[in-house]
């Protein structure tokens, strides 16, 4: 399998459960982030990893977890969530630490659409 | 204000028609542009990349940065039904070294090519 891969392609939860999505690259990239895509909103950066450090974590509130075993998988932990939170959650990669042109290039996996019953 | 501005669309034009697909910004410390393109029920997929002010040509799709009027666009030449998706501009203003943890999106424009 090539690119990145994200389980599962929907979900459905109840306020009060816990649920977890994986994410995974084939790439051989060292930096993995998490998205959030509403509907009429601009892609909203989540958490940042590189080489399994999180460098970033845009305020997000608490009841999402990420973490980041290794450099090719990275998941985010859901609990107690809103129905606010229903939303597409993207997972995406990139080369990483260094200089060239390519450290930008964001690749995609198809998402996880979540929905907050 | 918004630092990316991106009409949501729809923009539906008939097949073979030319595109024109706009971003205007306000941060005039972006240098890098980038243009994704996001088929219904998939991820975006880099489509276009360009440093600072120009153009940049890729068969049927050209992107043109103009920074003085902080403005970018995406032209697609004999549009084709396959080029009906969602477009969504981004920018950066730095190489940040972790990666593309400082890129702002627009909200996207969704496009529809009539046959």
């Known amino acids: 399998e090539t690119g990145v891969t994200q389980t599962p392609r929907h979900l459905v939860m109840g306020m009060t459960n816990k649920k977890s999505l994986k994410c995974e690259q084939h790439?051989?990239?060292?930096?993995m982030y998490w998205y959030k895509q509403s509907a009429k909103k601009p892609l909203e950066l989540m958490f940042v990893?590189?080489?399994?450090?999180?460098?970033e974590n845009n305020s997000v509130p608490s009841r999402f977890s990420p973490e980041c075993p290794n450099s090719s998988h990275l998941f985010l932990h859901l609990h107690t969530l809103q129905p606010e939170d229903s939303a597409l959650y993207l997972c995406a990669s990139s080369q990483g630490p260094g200089d060239t042109s390519t450290n930008e290039k964001l690749f995609f996996g198809s998402g996880t659409q979540l929905s907050v019953l | 204000q918004k630092e990316v501005e991106q009409d949501p669309g729809p923009l539906s034009v008939p097949e073979g028609a030319i595109v024109s697909l706009n971003c205007t910004y306000s941060?005039?410390?972006?240098?890098?542009f980038m243009w994704y393109r996001q088929y219904s029920r998939k991820g975006p997929e880099l489509l276009m990349y360009?440093?600072?002010?120009g153009n940049k040509e890729d068969g049927r799709f050209t992107a043109q940065v103009d920074k003085s009027s902080k403005y970018i666009s995406l032209f697609i030449r004999d549009s084709q039904p396959s080029d009906s998706a969602t477009y969504l501009c981004a920018m950066t203003a730095t190489y940040s070294g972790g990666g593309a943890d400082g890129l702002t999106f627009g909200k996207g424009t969704h496009l529809i090519i009539q046959p």
């Open positions: 360009t440093y600072s002010s």
């Open positions: 990893y590189s080489l399994e450090e999180r460098v």
């Open positions: 941060n005039s410390a972006f240098q890098y």
């Open positions: 790439l051989g990239h060292n930096a």
